[in-house]
Nanobody
Framework: QVQPVESGGGSVQAGGSLRLSCAAS????????LGWFRQPPGKEREFVAA????????AYSDSVKGRFTISRDNAKNTVYLQMNSLKPDDTANYYC????????????????????WGQGTQVTVSS
């Protein structure tokens, strides 16, 4: 099994950028579809972005499309989330997740499709 560990969160002003990292220890990350979710204060967890096992497909929520970029480095067992043009609405606890799929091109958008979750990293965007 794999254990995701997030890092890179912090506080930033609106319009700024942050890059989140997630190291997937315990197994080879190329065996897993990887994704990012977030949970804003007082709200439910929501999908942010996902990337397929073979690194050829990505998916984004409408709220972050064009501003966030997900990428992975299977040699380092790491997935990244580059967040640009941040808005106060992006304030949330961000979670990395890993799931198993036979289809190497598949991007998973729903939480139930992921088996392994990190502890989260807080992102705060001030206006």
């Amino acid at each position: 099994q794999v254990q995701p560990v997030e890092s890179g969160g912090g506080s930033v002003q609106a319009g700024g950028s942050l890059r989140l990292s997630c190291a997937a220890s315990g197994s080879t990350s190329s065996n897993y579809v990887l994704g990012w979710f977030r949970q804003p204060p007082g709200k439910e967890r929501e999908f942010v972005a996902a990337i397929s096992k073979n690194d050829l497909n990505t998916a984004y929520s409408d709220s972050v499309k064009g501003r966030f970029t997900i990428s992975r480095d299977n040699a380092k067992n790491t997935v990244y989330l580059q967040m640009n043009s941040l808005k106060p609405d992006d304030t949330a606890n961000y979670y990395c997740a890993a799931g198993t799929r036979d289809n190497s091109y598949y991007t998973a958008r729903y939480g139930y499709e992921y088996t392994y979750w990190g502890q989260g990293t807080q992102v705060t965007v001030s206006s």
